[in-house]
């Protein structure tokens, strides 16, 4: 039976290959170049791709002080929309500008300062009681 199972994965082209995070073995799907599975180990809830990803993002972020800084204030405006002191169309605006910006200051075009100076200033800050 496995002789037969074998050959017939030959005679469909079907690869395998190791999983990168769990280390196990799985089909390849579709017709794109994957390094990891999409089981769900034991423990988890979410398929190996979905953690790899979240790794890859965590540690590319960690690693950039643009992306930092952008996170940081994409989480106060965003915050502020969900409460309507930003209204979400200018929120949309103002995160178009902000990607590009921290894109460029990923690539070295735009000195860091400026671009914490630009988050800073796009939105006015909440007053603080005094």
């Known amino acids: 039976m496995l002789n037969l199972e074998f050959t017939k994965l ?5 690869v ?14 579709g017709n794109y170049n994957t390094e990891f599975c999409d089981r769900i180990q034991d423990g988890e809830t979410q398929t190996c791709q979905t953690l790899a990803a979240q790794e890859h993002y965590k540690t590319k972020v960690s690693t950039n002080a643009a992306w930092n ?26 995160n178009y500008e902000a990607v590009t ?30």
């Open 10 to 14: 030959l005679e469909h082209n079907i």
């Open 101 to 130: 910006k921290r894109d460029d200051c990923s690539d070295g075009k735009l000195p860091l300062d400026e671009f914490i100076a630009w988050m800073e200033g796009a939105f006015p800050n909440r007053k603080k009681k005094s």
């Open 16 to 29: 395998f290959k190791k999983c990168g995070r769990c280390g196990r073995y799985f089909i390849m799907k």
């Open 69 to 94: 800084a952008y996170n940081k204030y994409y989480k106060r405006y965003f915050a502020r929309t969900k409460v309507s002191t930003i209204k979400q169309l200018i929120f949309k605006k103002w």
